[in-house]
């Protein structure tokens, strides 16, 4: 599917733009699909492992904290003990302590580091931003309404990644970036992933784990969602520009929304923008990945051995 990707790639005006905002760990595993034929910039405050071994290309990374304010030069950071829960907020002890984790949230250091924003950082490198991975713990909210007008119309995917709980004093809330999203034209399309603890005190734990009650199976709260919002194409909307809406289908291709693409598909037929070959295309290449993957030899004799197990466990 990759090499599909690619191909349509050569179509577009211009590359994609993939912005990892909270970019410690490494390269964002869902940008890898278009990584080939776009322009990655990753943005970090924390240098402890904002860092990559890999030869990406046309990679721009920037050791900035992103800020909604288009003048201020530097920024208070509150370095905690992991570095992937470091924040300009301070961190939220009353809120923390409920759950097991308080410890990673403990502040090592307070520093000053270098702020932009996404409208400076856009004007600097002379990029706007199509697809964007967002993960500033508290602060993401904020961060995307204070994009200008033109800037946030470039935007066309956001993975966002925001606490249900405000780990921090001041934190920007689900509801608010949900209803900020929806109100400008994006739908949820994904639930990427979803973090869950334990609600319980640390040294609750640790009293149970003495008595050898152990925590591993306990059930757990979910804590930060990572979810997907992509720029809806509505039913009666018009397609106006066709470099925008290839991009959409390319990343809902990516991203495995397949019937969302065969739903583009024939909206740009419809529009008679593209000519009759690119629709058909898009339609072609949306129906082969919707249909389902015929098993194995392999897979059909354990399909075929699980239906006669069941039919046995029925007659016991």
């Not at 009353?94 to 702020?115: C, H, M, R, W």
Request: aromatic share 10%; net charge neutral.
């Amino acid at each position: 599917m990759s090499s599909v990707l690619v191909e349509l790639s050569q179509q577009l005006k211009d590359r994609l733009t993939l912005l990892d905002i909270g970019a410690s760990g490494g390269v964002y595993e869902p940008f890898r699909k278009v990584l080939s034929f776009s322009h990655l910039v990753e943005v970090d405050m924390d240098s402890r492992d904002f860092h990559t071994n890999e030869n990406t290309p046309q990679t721009t990374r920037v050791y900035k904290a992103i800020v909604d304010d288009d003048i201020i030069e530097n920024v208070k950071v509150f370095l905690t003990k992991s570095p992937h829960c470091s924040s300009t907020l301070l961190p939220d002890k009353s809120k923390l302590g409920n759950f097991p984790y308080t410890d990673l949230f403990e502040i090592q250091k307070e520093i000053e580091v270098p702020a932009t924003s996404l409208n400076r950082l856009a004007q600097q490198h002379k990029l706007t931003f199509n697809w964007i991975k967002l993960d500033t713990q508290g602060t993401e909210l904020r961060i995307i309404q204070h994009m200008n007008k033109d800037l946030f119309e470039n935007v066309i995917c956001c993975d966002v990644e925001i606490s249900l709980y405000a780990h921090y004093h001041g934190s920007d809330t689900f509801s608010e970036f949900h209803k900020f999203m929806t109100e400008n034209g994006f739908l949820i399309s994904d639930i990427v992933g979803i973090q869950s603890r334990i609600r319980l005190r640390k040294r609750d734990v640790d009293s149970l784990e003495k008595m050898g009650i152990s925590a591993s199976s306990f059930k757990k709260w979910p804590t930060s969602p990572e979810i997907r919002y992509i720029k809806n194409v509505s039913f009666d909307q018009s397609i106006e520009d066709l470099n925008q809406f290839l991009k959409i289908w390319i990343v809902s291709f990516a991203t495995g929304n397949y019937p969302y693409c065969y739903y583009l598909s024939q909206k740009l037929k419809e529009s008679n923008l593209g000519g009759v070959r690119m629709s058909e295309t898009l339609e072609r290449i949306s129906m082969e990945a919707l249909k389902p993957e015929v098993p194995s030899s392999l897979g059909l004799l354990k399909q075929k051995v699980k239906r006669k197990l069941i039919s046995l466990l029925d007659k016991i």
